[in-house]
């Protein structure tokens, strides 16, 4: 089971920190990958982090502002985003696969174990 927290309402400029926690599976065997889905939109690839850790993928939207990191000890991923933008506002989803090549990491659809969504909300 996935467990997303750390969503709120921020004001333009500002960061918040998301966490996905895992429950009952070893999360270190996963790949994890952050989604969001705004109203009225498709959902979209944010981040994804490697079951290794060492490797990273970020959309072209969010790089330079997220970072996507991993706590093997907490058994959590999280996402930090800074420098947030009204357009980041949505509900943001953590995935969660063991059998993901990296060339599959921001393909939704490769991911086996969504967690619930936390809302993210950017006022400008």
């Known amino acids: 089971q996935l467990q997303a927290s750390g969503g709120g309402l921020v004001q333009a400029g500002g960061s918040l920190r998301l966490s996905c926690a895992a429950s009952?599976?070893?999360?270190?065997?996963?790949?994890v990958g952050w989604f969001r889905q705004a109203p009225e939109k498709e959902r979209e690839f944010v981040a994804a982090?490697?079951?290794?850790?060492?490797?990273?993928r970020y959309a072209d939207s969010v790089k330079g502002r997220f970072t996507i990191s991993r706590d093997y000890a907490k058994n959590t991923v999280y996402l930090q985003m800074n420098k947030l933008k009204p357009e980041d506002t949505a509900v943001y989803y953590c995935?969660?696969?063991?059998?993901?090549?990296?060339?599959?990491?921001?393909?939704?659809?490769?991911?086996?174990?969504w967690g619930q969504g936390t809302q993210v909300t950017v006022s400008s």
């Open positions: 995935a969660a696969d063991a059998s993901i090549i990296m060339s599959s990491m921001a393909v939704g659809n490769a991911y086996a174990h």
């Open positions: 982090i490697h079951r290794s850790g060492g490797s990273t």
């Open positions: 009952g599976r070893t999360f270190s065997r996963y790949v």
